[in-house]
Nanobody, 126 residues
Framework: VQLQASGGGQVQAGGSLRLSCAAA????????LGWFRQAPGKEREFVAA????????YYADSVKGRFTISRDNAKNTVYLQMNSLKPEDTAVYYC??????WGLGEFVLGRDMHYWGKGTLVTVSS
C-alpha cells in the first residue's frame, strides 16, 4: 500500500487546512486509516483515525472538536479537516494504516502501523 499525503502549508493561528492522503491499493475499503504528526524535537503522536466504512472515528484529546477525519472510498482518499489551528499543531503530518482487515482498534491500542506515507508539513504561526 502506497500512501501519499498532501495539503500541508502555512496558516495563521485560528485558520484551517485540509490534508488529503491518497492510497494506491485495490482494497482501500478494507483498511482503517489514520493521521499522526511529529513536531520538531518531539516524538510522533497519534492524531485521528477512521474505520473501514468511515462510520467510526477516534481522536487524540488535543484535537477533539477541532479536527475531523473522513474518507471517500470511491476516491481511495482519507481527509483531515483541521480548524481552529494553534501554533502547537505545527508538525509534519503522516497518514498511516495497519494491515488489511485490521480495524480502528489498532489505533486505539496504539499498535504499530504497517504502512506509512511521506509527511506533509503544517506550520501554524501566531
Amino acid at each position: 500500500v502506497q500512501l501519499q499525503a498532501s495539503g500541508g502549508g502555512q496558516v495563521q493561528a485560528g485558520g484551517s487546512l485540509r490534508l488529503s492522503c491518497a492510497a494506491a491499493v485495490r482494497t482501500f475499503e478494507r483498511y482503517a486509516l489514520g493521521w499522526f504528526r511529529q513536531a520538531p524535537g518531539k516524538e510522533r503522536e497519534f492524531v485521528a483515525a477512521v474505520s473501514w466504512s468511515g462510520g467510526s472515528t477516534y481522536y487524540a484529546d488535543s484535537v477533539k472538536g477541532r479536527f475531523t477525519i473522513s474518507r471517500d472510498n470511491a476516491k481511495n482518499t482519507v481527509y483531515l479537516q483541521m480548524n481552529s489551528l494553534k501554533p502547537e499543531d505545527t508538525a509534519v503530518y503522516y497518514c498511516a494504516a495497519p494491515d488489511e482487515d485490521w480495524g480502528l482498534g489498532e489505533f486505539v491500542l496504539g499498535r504499530d502501523m504497517h504502512y506509512w506515507g511521506k509527511g506533509t508539513l503544517v506550520t501554524v504561526s501566531s
